[in-house]
């Protein structure tokens, strides 16, 4: 009998499912593949994506996990960057992070905010705001959630601007560079990139306000090898 026959019901890895005295067992630690690079976007809109790692079989169990309930153990496994990729991150200069809002009431039964958490780890990582441009009414999330490729580029953008819940010398400090017709580098972070249309839409919302914004894309994860055109 294996020692791991003695854990309670239930206590078992994230990743895989066996049973293990962590949140996450070293195997599937082990197995996570992380990223160095800026990679080509799937959206015309982004210049580029910059996922933490790739969202393989275990990686995608792990994200979904920490999607749906969150976790210390789980932050501490995902929240890592490769010093490569946060140096090409920082040559970038961005002027803030943005994160992509989600349903409240699903933020609320969670118990947290996913896109939000991986915004402030970039936010922390990079030294730059973070600032909560978008909105998403409540409910509208059900419009993309769910809907399978070809739906979800053809649904309704359900993004709106705001500059409420943003620091007000931040916001002035974003307008001056704008009547200045500066540059304005942002990444704009959501958890898990797949098909790139929650990015694409909420990149659009920001482009009707800011339309010379350069618009990059960060995330927790992302599915290598799909075909997006």
């Known amino acids: 009998m294996l020692i791991t026959d003695y854990l309670p019901k239930g206590f078992s890895c994230a990743g895989c499912g066996l049973a293990a005295w962590k949140t996450v067992c070293e195997e599937c630690k082990?197995?996570?593949?992380?990223?160095?690079?800026?990679?080509?976007?799937?959206?015309c809109e982004l210049e580029?994506?910059?996922?933490?790692?790739?969202?393989?079989?275990?990686?995608?169990?792990?994200i979904r996990r920490f999607k749906e309930?969150?976790?210390?153990?789980?932050?501490?496994?995902?929240?890592?960057?490769?010093?490569?990729l946060k140096f090409k991150l920082?040559?970038?200069?961005?002027?803030?992070?943005?994160?992509?809002?989600?349903?409240?009431?699903?933020?609320?039964?969670?118990?947290?905010?996913?896109?939000l958490s991986i915004a402030r780890f970039f936010s922390r990582e990079l030294g730059i705001p973070l600032l909560r441009l978008l909105k998403l009414p409540r409910g509208q999330s059900k419009q993309i959630t769910g809907l399978q490729k070809?739906?979800?580029?053809?649904?309704?953008?359900?993004?709106?601007?705001?500059?409420?819940?943003?620091?007000?010398?931040?916001?002035?400090?974003?307008?001056?560079?704008?009547?200045?017709?500066?540059e304005v580098r942002i990444l704009l972070v959501?958890?898990?990139?797949?098909?790139?249309?929650?990015?694409?839409?909420?990149?659009s919302t920001l482009k009707e306000t800011y339309p010379h914004f350069k618009i990059?894309?960060?995330g927790i994860g992302y599915r290598p090898g799909r075909q997006y055109q």
């Open 216 to 218: 990059w894309g960060g």
């Open 69 to 84: 309930q969150g976790g210390v153990d789980l932050k501490k496994t995902l929240f890592r960057i490769n010093e490569p």
């Open 150 to 182: 070809f739906e979800r580029e053809w649904a309704i953008n359900p993004f709106l601007y705001t500059s409420q819940d943003s620091p007000l010398v931040f916001m002035d400090l974003l307008e001056e560079k704008v009547n200045q017709r500066k």
């Open 30 to 43: 082990e197995n996570l593949r992380w990223n160095s690079e800026l990679l080509s976007s799937p959206v």
């Open 90 to 115: 920082m040559e970038t200069h961005f002027f803030a992070v943005v994160p992509i809002p989600q349903d409240q009431s699903r933020s609320f039964r969670r118990g947290h905010e996913s896109a």
């Open 48 to 62: 580029a994506i910059a996922p933490l790692l790739f969202s393989f079989s275990r990686a995608q169990a792990l």
């Open 190 to 203: 959501d958890d898990l990139i797949t098909s790139g249309s929650t990015l694409s839409k909420a990149c």
